[in-house]
């Protein structure tokens, strides 16, 4: 019990690294830190339950203005054929021409349109995103966990963005139906 009261301490006095307001987010350009960056589709599986995959990003940038959010850029590009499941044999099976077609397309990617902050920690992201060779404009709802100087150095800007997407837009077979969800938790890092 001494040990664990102990730890607690020691953590309570630890300093702190990430601060949970946008403006202490240093202005800049940003790199996806894609080692600590997951994205994950929700798919309806049936109506019973949701499926999840997850997929590996290759690439993203973030340009920040505190003093004039609405003005900020961001992209991140996917890797199709990176999709991951728990069900042997599957993510192969989704890589091919009758899910994401991964041979034809690669990539999916999501492009910011606007930017708009609602409080100190959460805001909307338009953009254009593109999977399958289809472009639709979305909305990610996009909650910062935290901004900061990073554990290692250098400043840190790290958020938590969820959006949805018709599947019926992007010619899967007629059994994946309704809407995906979409939840990036990323971190980026200052150039």
Do not use: C
């Amino acid at each position: 019990a001494v040990a664990i009261v102990g730890s607690g301490r020691a953590l309570s006095t630890a300093p702190a690294f990430a601060k949970t307001n946008i403006s202490d987010a240093a202005a800049g350009a940003y790199t996806l830190d894609i080692n600590h960056t997951a994205v994950v589709a929700r798919v309806p599986h049936g109506g019973f339950s949701y499926e999840i995959f997850r997929f590996t990003p290759t690439q993203g940038s973030l340009t920040w203005d505190p003093a004039s959010p609405n003005a900020s850029q961001v992209n991140v590009t996917v890797s199709t054929a990176s999709i991951q499941t728990p069900v042997e044999g599957f993510s192969e099976e989704l890589q091919g021409a009758n899910f994401l077609n991964a041979a034809q397309f690669p990539e999916a990617t999501f492009v910011s349109t606007a930017f708009r902050q609602t409080d100190a920690t959460h805001g909307q992201v338009d953009g254009n995103f593109t999977l399958k060779g289809v472009t639709k404009q979305i909305t990610f709802d996009v909650e910062l966990i935290g901004a900061g100087r990073g554990m290692r150095g250098g400043n840190v800007i790290g958020f938590h963005a969820t959006a949805l997407i018709n599947n019926a837009d992007y010619s899967f077979p007629g059994f994946i139906r309704g809407q995906t969800q979409i939840v990036i938790d990323a971190e980026f890092q200052k150039r």
